[in-house]
């Protein structure tokens, strides 16, 4: 059967996204083709700003809508402590426990040579400049407890330790492997509390 | 642990088999292909999910079939079931634990203990460093969940190590070097708590193969498993810290060359007879008694670690052995409890002291002849 292109373009596209098939895609085209014009345009501009107003925060690269993310704009936060993390994930991750009040700092992943992600490829000159600006006091740790998070750890203690400040890591509360993002809220915030001095 | 029960379905030879076996000593007799080894080969796949013989699960199954089935009743605790069935058509393997399907093989590894004496076990003391290791680190892994962890992650350190000593090669980038101290610091953690649980494993299981060697050779030949690092060949008092220097001291070659040149993963074990190295000096029969010695103290060691007896799989342990050796064995193996041996046609039936409770089960062709 030939559809009329603008149909077909846009079931291509929703068939590009996660867990969207070939027939959710026709569904849902076909749903918005009946659909309030203005429900359509609020959609479409939801996505584009999505985009558009969405950038990576200045200071931690946490998403942000402005220059700096919600976190570093807020005053009620302790502006001294840096939780550091591979991934925005992890920020929703502890964020959720509300156990945590300082900052954060995205690393970007961590130290895999086989992955050819090296220290240069990581957030890591940023977070030491920050360090120094800041008069940042304590940085913890909240990388993955495998073998490459362990590696950027030990790393990113190596090169923070010098700077005078207090260096923990979460507690290994986390299952063994286990991601931040999969462990439950308790876990996490129990981790993030009991931390240990490096 | 026991095993009451094993029924086999297009399983190589074996069409259709039941057998119900003896919580003794059970002896199965046949020429060569008519499927004994076949039993041995079925009853590691219930207790591992894995091929004995490492063999791919679609050469088992038999000629002109599709499939194959295995089950087998433990007497385990409360008693287990444990089928398995593999299908040519999907090439998948579903194994039932009690009929409820399980998805991960490790969810039975560690329940089911088994201890096999194979015709490639001549590769222990005869093979190079690889075997050893892989001997050693299988049985204290068996014992130990923490060990496979730390094993599992100083895998995955050498893999990163190398790759990173192979890019400080190829660009020669002064700042690499930074990260490979990392590297090294997570080489020297993992890698000195394998050996330190090494060197602990030996230190016990040495007793083990002594009172097993014994038993099979007498009191005048004495063994001994020694440990050879490559971390260091004199001082292993400071693991971590010998590790550590001597890692500093061959980094350019490491570099050169792309390789992790130092740590447990290249060590060996030594195996002695009255101080002589055995690889060395010895003969083909001590070489064959220390196989069995091995085999027999990793039984006696799972048991006393697991509370649990594991099952024993020995496929032709009599071949090559003269007749006192043969008596002393078969008189050894009534202190395992159930145990599962192969025989050959050709072997002397007369010294092996059956008794009523043990089973002669007479396999032709993949069929069961007779149990006497
Ligand atoms: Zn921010």
Redesign the pocket.
């Known amino acids: 059967m030939i559809l009329a292109e603008p149909l077909q373009v846009a079931i291509d596209e929703l068939s590009k996204l996660p867990s969207i098939g070939r027939k959710t895609a026709q569904r849902l085209a076909l749903h918005l083709l009946k659909s309030d014009p203005v429900d359509v345009e609020n959609l479409a501009n939801a996505i584009l700003d999505l985009k558009r107003k969405i950038k990576i ?1 200045k ?4 998403i ?1 809508v402005d220059e ?2 919600e ?2 704009k807020s005053e009620k936060r302790d502006q001294q402590t840096i939780c550091v993390v591979e991934e925005v994930s992890d920020i929703v991750a502890i964020e959720k426990t509300n156990e945590y009040n300082g ?2 700092h995205v690393l970007g992943g961590v130290l895999s040579p086989l992955a050819g992600t090296g220290a240069d490829s990581l957030h890591i000159k940023e977070l030491l400049t920050r360090i120094h600006e800041e008069n940042t006091t304590e940085v913890i740790l909240a990388l993955n407890p495998d073998t490459e998070g362990e590696a950027t750890s030990l790393y990113l203690a190596k090169l923070i330790k010098p700077l005078g400040v207090k260096v923990t890591r979460i507690a290994r509360g986390l299952p063994m492997g286990g991601d931040l993002e999969f462990a439950d809220e308790a876990t996490i915030g129990r981790a993030v509390l009991s931390r240990i001095k490096l | 642990m026991i095993l009451q029960t094993l029924e086999l379905k297009n399983f190589r030879l074996h069409k259709n088999t039941f057998i119900k076996f003896s919580r003794n000593l059970n002896y199965i007799v046949g020429g060569n292909g008519q499927g004994k080894t076949s039993l041995l080969e079925a009853i590691y796949y219930l207790c591992t999910s894995k091929n004995l013989l490492q063999s791919p699960d679609s050469e088992v199954v038999n000629f002109d079939e599709k499939f194959f089935e295995i089950s087998g009743d433990f007497i385990n605790g409360s008693g287990n079931k444990i089928r398995i069935l593999y299908s040519l058509e999907t090439g998948k393997k579903n194994i039932f634990l009690n009929e409820k399907q399980i998805y991960k093989s490790s969810e039975i590894i560690g329940k089911f203990p088994v201890v096999t004496l194979t015709q490639t076990d001549h590769f222990i003391t005869q093979g190079s460093p690889l075997y050893r290791r892989k001997l050693i680190d299988s049985i204290i892994s068996q014992a130990s969940q923490t060990y496979l962890k730390t094993l599992m992650e100083y895998n995955r350190i050498l893999k990163q190590r190398s790759s990173l000593l192979t890019k400080i090669r190829e660009t020669g980038y002064p700042v690499y070097e930074e990260e490979l101290e990392v590297w090294n610091a997570s080489l020297v953690k993992k890698g000195s708590e394998i050996i330190e649980k090494r060197l602990e494993f030996i230190n016990e299981f040495n007793g083990y193969v002594k009172n097993s060697y014994n038993e099979i050779m007498g009191e005048k030949e004495i063994p001994a498993l020694s440990y050879k690092s490559t971390v260091s060949t004199i001082d292993l008092q400071n693991i971590a810290s010998v590790f550590n220097e001597n890692l500093q001291k061959r980094k350019r070659e490491e570099i050169a060359r792309g390789y992790n040149l130092i740590g447990p993963h290249r060590d060996d074990v030594i195996f002695k007879i009255n101080g002589y190295d055995l690889k060395k000096y010895g003969s083909q029969g001590q070489n064959k008694t220390f196989q069995i010695s091995l085999k027999f103290a990793q039984f006696f060691y799972l048991k006393d670690k697991l509370n649990k007896t594991p099952i024993f799989l020995l496929d032709d342990v009599f071949g090559e052995l003269d007749s006192e050796r043969i008596e002393k064995i078969s008189f050894y193996l009534k202190k395992i409890g159930q145990a599962f041996i192969t025989l050959t046609d050709f072997t002397n039936v007369e010294n092996l002291n059956k008794d009523e409770n043990d089973l002669m089960i007479h396999i032709s062709k993949g069929e069961v002849k007779n149990v006497s």
């Open positions: 925060c200071r931690c690269f946490n942000a700096y993310c976190i570093c900052l954060y």
